[in-house]
């Protein structure tokens, strides 16, 4: 669309480029669109400091909510066989760096707010850090994940530099090269560009060559006062649109964890890969070109039918990222222009697949038409509260990786580079779902939050995917609600092992003492199983009279009084309702998903003395919260009797 706009005069959206695959079509439109005014954008006054774009404040403050987390590094690394020219690697880098003015920003706060300083080339004089590591012992692998875990280290956005480069000499002809940039500074298609820049120089240096390049037109700093200043982003259209879009209530996407869900945010997580069957995946994009839909469309779709099998909620939103280079001037620059798009679908159990996917079709192509409007301006202008155990809006992405775009491998002349590797430590969102086509065939590599899911969990969804691919390619007219994600092995050990329940209880006693009755006769016994976790009777007893005493002396919970009760599924949703029996209290389970004027409602009906949740929640009512995972290391100082 840049290149249709800045060759033809003509501005013309990815939605009819869409709409109108056929050349002769698109030429159609174009002379029915009528010439637009191109417009460059200028060079901004010198200043002290520039403002921040959108996208750059956003992780600005999430730098300052986690200054040791490194959720927002890029790093990548590979090993080198040949004779690699670390005076030549060090001069690649220093051009880089002059040439491209977001490799040597930072970013301070001043006169009330932040912004970002560039500092000037003369003053630059880059280094790649050699380190011998030729006595290690240690096989390739170990190292490579040694460097990732030491040398992954989190930035000082105020002191800069966002770009470091170590060269690890494991022999004298090989080398381990590995970069850690800011992704405040550089996106992927960033990424993309120094590789491509750096490799050329590199290459000329060791022939003895000099590459003389211009002047970049614009620099990052000039794009942020541009997208500050210019009126683009205030089109009514764009915003209209976004607004009604994300109109009404929105409720987070209660997915099933395998652990309960913190205070505040982390990006701990790690990744699982996984390749769908082939014969699968051809007849998907075979269904999906009859449909008329991309790929992207159709495993957006894919997903949002299983987080809806999962949940049962109908309004699911699931974000995703696009390149925001809308404007001829960006494509080759370097810096954060990354948008973000968040794609919001009404579904149903009685929905088809194929009517599941015309409708994400056709938000997919709205969101592109009003893809202009900046992600972190939306949030702002939506004033929704903030829950800082949650990303705003949504907490699943769902990324099509464009691997012919971003498959291109570095190049050193006389070097053979081996092997590509990056950080798989962290999770930026709960889950992301990274789809990619090679060779015709689908894979799938999903980053999650080792903090919320086990490696089980995810391997398990992962399954799910598969089976649901093929109940969809074979059957895409069938209701969504009726397709049977499970894998035979599963469905056999939920029929038999999990439905083996038949016992003999004897008729009297209450529930609170025949529990007490097992606590005593079997401590040792397995009473939980939960995820990765399991209580015997004796500890989940202690855990119980720990939070009952607790409730007993800080809240003055006792006989009769009702207790509300907003928790994920975990053991600790077990040990709360036992801890107010025990108090000879009533407890009022409450699903997480109501909106909180129904949450305020059951509370004030049930005449609720308080509510325990695992998420940051304020009753309208003024009821007492008790935020457990605050309260939790505490316990230990009352009794466990």
């Given at each position: 669309a840049n290149r249709i706009q800045e060759e033809f005069s003509v501005a013309i959206g990815l939605k009819e480029i869409f709409l109108y695959p056929v050349l002769q079509d698109q030429s159609d439109v174009l002379a029915a669109l009528g010439e637009s005014v191109y417009?460059?954008?200028?060079?901004?006054?010198?200043?002290?400091?520039?403002?921040?774009?959108?996208?750059?404040?956003?992780?600005?403050?999430?730098?300052?909510?986690?200054?040791?987390?490194?959720?927002?590094?890029?790093?990548?690394?590979?090993?080198?066989?040949?004779?690699?020219?670390?005076?030549?690697?060090?001069?690649?880098?220093?051009?880089?760096i002059k040439r491209h003015e977001s490799l040597r920003t930072v970013f301070r706060w001043q006169d009330e707010e932040v912004k970002q300083y560039v500092k000037a080339s003369e003053t630059i004089d880059f280094t790649v850090e050699n380190i011998n590591w030729e006595y290690t012992t240690e096989d390739d692998e170990t190292i490579v994940d040694t460097i990732f875990k030491e040398y992954n280290t989190a930035f000082n956005l105020s002191k800069g530099p966002l770009l470091k480069v170590y060269a690890f000499r494991r022999a004298e002809e090989k080398h381990f090269l590995f970069i850690n940039i800011h992704h405040i500074i550089a996106d992927e298609i960033s990424v993309q560009l120094l590789i491509a820049e750096l490799q050329e120089l590199y290459n000329a240096r060791i022939k003895g060559n000099e590459i003389v390049r211009g002047a970049l037109k614009i620099q990052y700093k000039d794009f942020a006062v541009w997208q500050q200043?210019?009126?683009?982003?205030?089109?009514?259209?764009?915003?209209?649109?976004?607004?009604?879009?994300?109109?009404?209530?929105?409720?987070?996407?209660?997915?099933?964890?395998?652990?309960?869900?913190?205070?505040?945010?982390?990006?701990?997580?790690?990744?699982?890969?996984?390749?769908?069957?082939?014969?699968?995946?051809?007849?998907?994009?075979?269904?999906?070109?009859?449909?008329?839909?991309?790929?992207?469309?159709g495993v957006l779709s894919l997903v949002k039918t299983l987080l809806y099998r999962y949940t049962g909620t109908q309004d699911?939103?699931?974000?995703?990222?696009?390149?925001?280079?809308?404007?001829?001037?960006?494509?080759?620059?370097?810096?954060?222009?990354?948008?973000?798009?968040?794609?919001?679908?009404?579904?149903?159990?009685?929905?088809s697949y194929e009517a599941l996917l015309a409708q994400v079709k056709e938000t997919c192509l709205n969101a592109y038409e009003h893809q202009s409007y900046p992600f972190d301006l939306l949030?702002?202008?939506?004033?929704?509260?903030?829950?800082?155990?949650?990303?705003?809006?949504?907490?699943?992405?769902?990324?099509?990786?464009?691997?012919?775009?971003?498959?291109?491998?570095?190049?050193?002349?006389?070097?053979?580079?081996?092997?590509?590797?990056?950080?798989?430590?962290?999770?930026?969102?709960?889950i992301t779902f990274y789809f990619s086509k090679r060779n015709d065939n689908l894979h799938l590599t999903i980053e999650y939050n080792t903090s919320l899911f086990s490696v089980s969990r995810i391997a398990r969804m992962a399954s799910h995917l598969e089976e649901l691919l093929t109940l969809v390619v074979a059957a895409p007219q069938t209701s969504i609600g009726k397709y049977n994600y499970l894998s035979d092995a599963e469905s056999a050990n939920i029929l038999t092992n999990f439905n083996a329940t038949a016992k003999d209880y004897p008729l009297s006693g209450?529930?609170?003492?025949?529990?007490?009755?097992?606590?005593?006769?079997?401590?040792?016994?397995?009473?939980?199983?939960?995820?990765?976790?399991?209580?015997?009777?004796?500890?989940?007893?202690?855990?119980v009279n720990q939070l009952s005493n607790y409730l007993k002396n800080n809240y003055n919970i006792q006989q009769g009084d009702c207790v509300g009760l907003l928790l994920d599924r975990s053991e600790w949703m077990l040990i709360s309702m036992l801890s107010i029996l025990k108090l000879?209290?009533?407890?009022?389970?409450?699903?997480?998903?109501?909106?909180?004027?129904?949450?305020?409602?059951?509370?004030?009906?049930?005449?609720?003395?308080?509510?325990?949740?695992?998420?940051?929640?304020?009753?309208?009512?003024?009821?007492?919260?008790?935020?457990?995972?605050?309260?939790?290391?505490k316990l230990s100082d009352y009794s466990s009797e």
């Open positions: 417009e460059s954008i200028p060079v901004a006054d010198v200043q002290d400091g520039y403002p921040l774009s959108y996208a750059q404040r956003r992780l600005w403050f999430l730098d300052q909510l986690n200054e040791s987390s490194t959720a927002y590094n890029v790093t990548f690394g590979h090993w080198l066989q040949g004779a690699l020219e670390t005076e030549a690697l060090s001069y690649a880098f220093n051009a880089l200043t210019s009126k683009k982003h205030e089109d009514i259209s764009h915003k209209s649109y976004w607004l009604e879009k994300l109109s009404g209530e929105i409720t987070p996407l209660d997915l099933p964890t395998s652990f309960p869900r913190g205070v505040q945010q982390t990006f701990t997580g790690k990744r699982l890969k996984h390749t769908f069957r082939r014969e699968t995946s051809v007849k998907f994009q075979s269904l999906l070109e009859q449909q008329q839909s991309s790929l992207f469309m699911i939103i699931i974000g995703t990222p696009i390149s925001g280079r809308l404007h001829p001037d960006l494509e080759n620059q370097v810096g954060f222009y990354l948008n973000t798009l968040a794609l919001r679908d009404e579904v149903s159990g009685d929905m949030v702002e202008e939506l004033d929704a509260a903030r829950d800082l155990s949650r990303s705003p809006l949504f907490d699943v992405m769902v990324v099509l990786e464009d691997m012919e775009r971003y498959d291109k491998k570095l190049s050193f002349s006389g070097i053979t580079i081996e092997g590509e590797y990056t950080d798989e430590k962290t999770s930026k969102f709960d209450s529930f609170l003492t025949r529990y007490e009755q097992n606590v005593s006769k079997t401590p040792q016994a397995i009473a939980v199983y939960y995820a990765d976790r399991k209580l015997n009777y004796g500890a989940l007893d202690a855990a000879g209290g009533i407890y009022l389970p409450i699903d997480k998903s109501y909106p909180t004027s129904r949450i305020s409602y059951i509370l004030e009906d049930g005449r609720a003395a308080l509510l325990i949740s695992d998420t940051t929640y304020t009753d309208e009512s003024g009821i007492n919260v008790m935020i457990l995972p605050e309260h939790i290391e």
